[in-house]
């Protein structure tokens, strides 16, 4: 046995020798060495003769072994010139199999793979030449090279240090130049803001006392007749504080008649602006009346678009605007008067009632006397009574449907009594609309009118700067989109009582007093605005007072109790109001359960 195994190892070598002088005595253009390695594959059972004595030979049957196993990757290195792998040689003995333990096992070098592609360079040796017998090398391009100045470590390291702190000088100076230049820059950009800031408030202001001047000058609304009273009020109370001061006896009672006619005077000068700008205001109010009536449907889809419809009942309302513009006209010529006049007398003839009878009566009447040359000036009682006719012609449901869901007063009369109130001031039945109910009231008092004829007469109070405040209030309210229900209880009368009794008129914070630039916002902006969440600034104090996000950080200690000792006061008035009562307890059980999660500790452990 030992025998035939070292035969066969002989014989296994000196095949190899043979296979490999086949393979260098081929030829490289008819078999090419790849093409023979890649299509050559050894059977698993080969016949090879052996040499056994100088004239013997035998054929030995040797079986081919194939691994059963991936060889693992033990590395290796490639040739950067010819791009050819060698791989390092590893054993090709099978390993030894550990016994099946019935587990799987894991191993770290199974687990994990370490790669490493690390290009290196072999060292080539090389050998320089010289002069010597029989061979000459010129020196023209060599150099003379002579050792200089030998440094010590010591003073390589005081040379580094040195340069270093050059660079480090550079750098600082240029560093510090562009620190210099950005906070130049910032300060330049700060500076300019703060102008425009403060042109934009001097803009503003201006504008605001001009509007006020143009209000006092041409009053048009409610508020400007306000600002108007309040003014002569306070006109009034200068001109009694001089005349105690200066005057006394007769010369003062003197004076007091004197300046009680000046106030009758201009009362009556302020009631003919009244009467100017009402008529002005009822022609506007007539107009977007039959406006509104006149508007097609409108509906949003769910894509955002506006759709828009018209119903015969929008179209009718639209032909009747169309006809009562064009005779409110004036100055027109008289043939386009007469077809407007003949397009009323059409439309009001569809419906026969002695209104449309009167209507077209009165434009007979007109027709004729235009056609006698008569004179403008003396038709005017008679167009003004056909443009009343003809408003309340359309103002009729039966002739224009469309106004019938606008009217104030519904059709039918049975839908009035549950919405009607008594003022028992001018002793008239009003609908609840008309009746301001303060937040702290518990009946219904006067009507609008009264309120208004009683301020004008006595106090003559202008409420225009807290209307202001509550309408921006109630803006910045709707933006937080929490579903706030508190503001919009609070009436402009429960508002001047908290910034005039509990604020005092003034920034809780510069102490401004200016009512115009001053608006409530939340005192925490996480819960809902209400008369104990709230806070009186200017609007770059609130803008700035929003932006915050821990206030006892922000705020001391002693403004904080200031303006939760306002808060209590606000919380004692409207205790008192039932409406409010039950926001109080809900806002009252939230802060006792704040204060009591950030008092108790939470326990972490369980108890045995």
Partial sequence: MTEDNETSRRTRANFEDTIRSVKLYLHEEHFPVKAVQQDYRMPDVITVRVQTDSDSFQDVVVTIERPTYHKPFLGGFKNQITGVEFHNAGSQTIPKKRP???????????????????????????????????????????????????????????????????????FRRWHAINVVQNLREEKRLRLAWEAQAELWRKKEKEEKLRREHERRLNPKTKDDFELLYNALELWRQEETERIDRTLTGAERKAAFCGLLEQEAQLIASIGRHKLNADEENQQKAILHFLAKCAQPKRWKAYDGKVTEMDTQYTLRARELLEIYCSISMNDIPKDERLDVLLTLRRTVKEHECKL?????????????????????????????????????????????????????????????????????????????????????????????????????????????????????????????????????????????????????????????????????????????????????????????????????????????????????????????????????????????????????????????
């Avoid at 793979?113 to 050998?127: I, L």
């Fill in 100 to 170: 099946d333990k019935g587990i799987q096992l894991f191993c770290r070098e199974t687990q994990t793979v370490f790669e490493k592609n690390k290009a290196q360079q072999t060292r080539n040796t090389t050998s320089t030449q010289m002069t010597k017998i029989g061979l000459y090398v010129s020196n023209m391009t060599d150099k003379l090279i002579s050792p200089g100045k030998y440094l010590t470590a010591e003073e390589y390291h005081k040379r580094r240090l040195e340069a270093v702190i050059v660079l480090q000088k550079y």
């Fill in 356 to 608: 449309t009878q009167e209507i077209v009566e009165l434009i007979d009447r007109e027709v004729d006397l235009t056609s006698r040359e008569v004179k403008e000036c003396n038709l005017e009682g008679l167009r003004k009574r056909i443009c009343t006719l003809f408003l309340q012609y359309i103002k009729t449901p039966k002739f224009n449907p469309e106004v019938a869901r606008i009217l104030k007063v519904p059709p039918d009369p049975l839908k009035l009594y549950k919405n009607v109130n008594f003022c028992h001031s001018c002793e008239n039945y009003l609908p609840s609309s008309e009746f301001p109910v303060p937040a702290n009231s518990r009946t219904i008092g006067r009507c609008r009118l009264c309120c208004k004829l009683d301020n004008e007469a006595r106090r003559r109070e202008a409420f225009l700067k807290y209307k202001l405040i509550l309408e921006n209030l109630r803006k910045s309210e709707a933006d937080y989109q929490d579903d706030a229900k508190i503001v919009f209880l609070v009436q402009h009368q429960d508002l001047q009582y908290m910034i005039e009794n509990i604020w005092g008129s003034q920034s809780a914070l510069s102490a401004c007093s200016d009512l115009y630039d001053l608006v409530m916002v939340r005192w925490d902006k996480q819960h809902e605005w209400s008369p104990w969440n709230t806070i009186l600034l200017t609007k770059d104090e609130a803008d700035a007072h929003l932006k915050l996000c821990n206030l006892e950080k922000a705020y001391e200690a002693a403004f904080i109790h200031r303006i939760k000792r306002k808060h209590i006061r606000a919380k004692n008035y409207f205790a008192q109001i039932p409406a409010m009562a039950s926001f109080l307890h809900r806002s009252d059980n939230q802060t006792n359960a704040n204060e009591f999660l950030i008092a108790t500790p939470i326990p972490t452990g369980t108890k045995t």
